[in-house]
């Protein structure tokens, strides 16, 4: 299969939603569980394992949720109104049936995110916009490499869970505690590599370097703090000559970075 075979883009049409937390749950040291739920999540639909959705959390100094209208090219807030907390996060679960979702939070530092988090109870409210569209990986390989850091566990876990058993996967999580990394429940053929925060970029490159390398068609996903993700990128590409469209490297945070959007890769 040719690289440019391997995804595809899908876009969809733009909904803001009203949802209420129904429940909280601590997963670990680091990262907390939280269900929201809500007629309004009818005609939801995430098919991409790395699908994001902007999270609107309420005034942290007035606890007021002030929702945008939606226009034509996204949301609208009114004029001399200052814009809420907004935040882009990936669903763990969506369970169609029961019109609930999980969300899961790294829960460290005082962002507004976290903030809430820590703090939210059942019947508390969140706007959801999105997604937006999805970035889909085909399911047809040989194997799969995922690379993040504890942002990233919700979107590997979504992952690895939908490939086939056949494909060879390697998973390699750079986080504080080796419980964040168990929350991703991956199945047994799935090999996860746990690499402490502290060792950094470098603890990753070491690792991957010591791992057997896979033959045949693959693919490697990584989502990471953005001089991480780019250092890994060039890992691939330049280090290890795989083609640029094997590859996608997603910079879901950066150091010192508290603002809305993610920096993106080129």
């Not at 085909?138 to 058993?165: C, F, N, Y």
């Not at 991480?228 to 290890?240: K, N, V």
């Amino acid at each position: 299969m040719q690289s440019e075979q391997l995804t595809q883009k899908v876009a969809h049409t733009l909904k803001l939603r009203l949802l209420t937390v129904t429940k909280r749950r601590q997963l670990g040291p680091d990262m907390v569980r939280i269900t929201l739920a809500g007629s309004d999540l009818d005609g939801f639909y995430t098919p991409g394992f790395d699908d994001h959705v902007k999270l609107i959390f309420p005034d942290p100094a007035t606890k007021e949720l002030r929702l945008p209208q939606m226009g034509e090219r996204g949301m609208v807030f009114a004029a001399g109104q200052e814009k809420p907390p907004i935040r882009d996060y990936t669903p763990r679960e969506f369970r169609e049936q029961e019109q609930e979702m999980d969300i899961d939070f790294v829960v460290h530092g005082e962002g507004p995110a976290c903030q809430w988090a820590l703090h939210a109870k059942e019947g508390d409210k969140l706007g959801v916009a999105g997604p937006r569209g999805s970035f889909l990986v085909s399911k047809d390989l040989d194997w799969q490499i995922l690379i993040g850091d504890e942002t990233a566990v919700p979107a590997m876990a979504r992952r690895v869970h939908e490939l086939p058993a056949t494909v060879k996967v390697q998973v390699y999580v750079l986080a504080r505690s080796l419980l964040t990394v168990g929350t991703m429940e991956t199945p047994d053929h799935v090999t996860v590599n746990w690499i402490p925060s502290l060792a950094g970029v470098d603890g990753v490159l070491d690792a991957l370097r010591a791992a057997p390398e896979l033959t045949g068609t693959g693919y490697v996903w990584v989502a990471a703090e953005y001089a991480i993700a780019q250092s890994l990128r060039e890992y691939w590409t330049q280090e290890r000559g795989l083609d640029k469209g094997s590859i996608r490297a997603s910079s879901y945070w950066r150091q010192g970075d508290q603002g809305e959007e993610a920096p993106r890769l080129d």
